[in-house]
């Protein structure tokens, strides 16, 4: 939605690429990477994995198996834009619906650099506050904290016993979308 409501505005095109925002610093390994467009982002259909496929990621996802934390804490804007710079994408793929959790952060990600401000803060402005929402938001207050559910382990993460109670995960500006 926030997408569509910045194309409405004229602030971003549908076919802006990731190399269009990230501007000539923004050189990949991999031609594509660059040329992945913000629709091809919000529709799935980048080429993106769901995961970064690293080494990093391998090691937070073993951790959560024991813990319950955030798999995806140790990805930061700089982090993301070099797994956007060195991944190499499949591309046959390219066009295909593939879910991608790195495709949705980066969406945000790159919405929030075009216009100049948090993503919460483009939330708030442009979906929150006309769909009066209000009590939404990326960073809870106190009273939105008590209220929130508590977590609680059950398949997954699998070292954990049943019923045992997890923290709720917190995101980077790369991952927050």
């Known amino acids: 939605l926030l997408l569509f409501r910045m194309i409405e505005e004229g602030i971003v095109d549908k076919n802006e690429t990731i190399g269009d925002i990230l501007g000539a610093g923004f050189k990949p390994e991999d031609e594509n990477a660059a040329k992945i467009t913000l629709l091809q982002l919000a529709s ?3 080429g993106l994995p769901r995961h ?3 080494i990093k990621l391998l090691y937070t996802l073993s951790c959560f198996l024991f813990t319950g934390n955030n ?5 930061d804007g700089g982090e993301g834009i070099k797994y ?3 991944i190499h994408l499949d591309k046959e793929q390219i066009g295909k619906y593939t879910y991608s959790n790195i495709g949705v952060g980066l969406l945000g990600y790159l919405l929030a650099k075009k ?9 708030r402005e442009k979906i929150f506050i006309p769909l009066e929402m209000g009590d939404t938001a990326i960073t809870l207050d106190d009273e939105q904290k008590r209220r929130l559910a508590i977590a609680y382990s059950g398949d997954q993460p699998l070292f954990r016993f049943r019923n045992t109670p997890l923290e709720p995960w917190k995101f980077t500006s790369f991952t927050e979308g």
């Open 71 to 75: 798999f995806y804490d140790y990805i």
């Open 44 to 46: 799935h259909s980048s």
């Open 52 to 54: 970064p496929l690293t």
């Open 115 to 123: 216009a100049g401000k948090p993503l919460e803060e483009l939330l």
């Open 84 to 86: 956007m710079s060195e």
